[in-house]
């Protein structure tokens, strides 16, 4: 019986799920790889475990549109631990397939189980590309506990993000398809950048160019009001959705100030131009309460230690 029917029943039966739960040894064929052992029903996204999940799949994550497998993309064994283990406390006793690059080296982790991806996408996370989507922060981390938001930014910064501890920043970065936005003008523009090559870990070229002063110098006189033009549609109309929303709830959570940065344009060859903003925060003070929070997830809330 799939759990969909099983549920259907035990709502006719008037039987509350977690009735069931010490009787349910396994979701799936225990001889697949997707199966889930000991299922923890009725599962409960709602914590910190949950809040940090969502963030993998919003930042480093995808969730295969046909199947809802759960990938995880990261190169860091630590986080891949981390997100493998808060998927088994949150969903039970399941193993992940790991995912190897054309070197061979460990880059990634998929989680088979179409339960889990029908939980995440129940939560609020997309299904298919997320930089061709315009799409919101997961309710659960806008309106939910602090705990949950505290993860979940934990989690964002490891995956798409950085702490500099000298300067005394925490930045989060986040890429979005800008190619339909793009006027005849501010084509013409790009074919004057000097493109720079980003490599991949894959190995991978990838020509960007950082949004700065000096490109507007080297642009020919007729196309530096473009540019200008430009940077004011980055800067205001075309930062993605979950951006904004991720500055707004970050500055809720922490009680810090923070802003939206416009940074970098990257030319793909077959996917066209996509945009690069940072939720940036600054100052020592903020910093500082950021940072003792963002410590004490590890402390409060159910996340295992380091």
Same mark, same amino acid.
């Given at each position: 019986m799939t759990v969909e029917n099983l549920m259907k029943l035990l709502d006719l039966l008037e039987i509350p799920y977690d009735a069931l739960t010490p009787y349910i040894k396994s979701v799936g064929s225990t001889?697949?790889?997707?199966?889930?052992i000991n299922p923890k029903f009725p599962i409960d996204m709602e914590c910190p475990n949950g809040g940090r999940i969502l963030a993998a799949v919003l930042k480093d994550g995808h969730?295969?549109?046909?199947?809802?497998?759960?990938?995880?993309?990261?190169?860091?064994?630590?986080?891949?631990?981390?997100?493998?283990?808060?998927?088994?406390?949150?969903f039970g006793d399941v193993e992940p397939y790991v995912i190897h690059d054309r070197k061979g080296r460990e880059y990634g982790i998929r989680f088979d189980s179409s339960v889990i991806g029908d939980m995440l996408v129940r939560a609020g996370a997309i299904e298919g590309s997320k930089v061709e989507?315009?799409?919101?922060?997961?309710?659960?981390?806008?309106f939910g506990d602090h705990r949950i938001?505290?993860?979940?930014?934990?989690?964002?910064?490891?995956?798409?993000?950085?702490?500099?501890?000298?300067?005394?920043?925490?930045?989060? *970065?986040?890429?979005? #398809?800008?190619?339909?936005? /793009?006027?005849? %003008?501010y084509l013409t523009m790009? &074919?004057? =950048?000097?493109?720079?090559?980003?490599?991949?870990?894959?190995?991978?070229?990838e020509p960007f160019? *950082?949004?700065?002063? #000096?490109?507007?110098?080297? /642009?020919?006189? %007729?196309?530096?009001?473009?540019? &200008?033009? =430009?940077?004011?549609?980055?800067?205001?109309?075309?930062?993605?959705?979950?951006?904004?929303?991720?500055?707004?709830v970050m500055e809720r959570t922490f009680g810090v100030k923070a802003q939206?940065?416009?940074?970098?344009?990257?030319?793909?060859?077959?996917?066209?131009?996509?945009?690069e903003w940072q939720i940036l925060m600054l100052?020592?003070?903020?910093?500082?309460?950021m940072k003792r929070q963002l410590d004490s997830v590890w402390r409060e809330g159910g996340d295992g230690e380091r």
């Open positions: 001889s697949h790889r997707e199966a889930i969730i295969e549109r046909d199947t809802h497998r759960f990938y995880y993309w990261n190169y860091d064994p630590q986080n891949r631990r981390i997100i493998t283990e808060a998927v088994q406390h949150v989507q315009e799409h919101h922060l997961p309710a659960m981390i806008t938001a505290k993860a979940y930014y934990e989690q964002a910064i490891r995956d798409d993000g950085n702490i500099d501890n000298r300067n005394y920043q925490i930045r989060i *970065i986040g890429t979005h #398809e800008i190619r339909w936005k /793009l006027t005849l %003008e790009t &074919d004057y =950048f000097h493109w720079q090559d980003k490599t991949l870990p894959s190995g991978a070229k160019v *950082i949004l700065s002063k #000096e490109v507007k110098i080297d /642009l020919p006189d %007729e196309l530096k009001s473009v540019y &200008d033009s =430009f940077l004011v549609k980055m800067k205001k109309e075309w930062v993605p959705t979950i951006l904004k929303e991720e500055a707004q939206i940065v416009p940074m970098k344009i990257y030319k793909g060859e077959k996917k066209g131009f996509r945009g100052g020592k003070e903020n910093f500082e309460k």
